[in-house]
């Protein structure tokens, strides 16, 4: 088994793994909107998107996975509103690729959190 961190402090207090690779699978944790690097997170929700794929393709990349091995997953908004805005930066990310998908609506830990995406990879 491997576990891949991106250094997010939420990781260290909270006890988990940004991904855990496990023979073929890969699982990452639910990814929000901030630039992990620096810990700055853009109102925008479309933007906190964008950020959120940016660390998932690094984080799959470092697991030894593509994009087209994702085979689920599951995104929280904490507004239905903010459908419109995501939905074109979801279709240029994982248009082509079309998981297994669940939307769900809720809050996120901190008011500044508008998306988290979670998602499972597999290499058979």
Known sequence: MKRISTGSPFERTMGYSRAVVKGGWCFVSGVTGYRYTDMTIPDDVAAQARNCFST??????EAGFAADDIVRVQYTITDAGFVPDIEPVLGEALGEIRP????????????????????TAFKG
């Not at 998932?56 to 990349?61: A, F, P």
């Not at 297994?100 to 998602?119: F, G, N, Q, S």
């Open 56 to 61: 998932i393709w690094k984080v799959l990349d």
């Open 100 to 119: 297994a998908a669940t939307m769900i609506v809720a809050d996120l830990i901190r008011p500044e959190m508008k998306i988290e995406i979670e998602v």
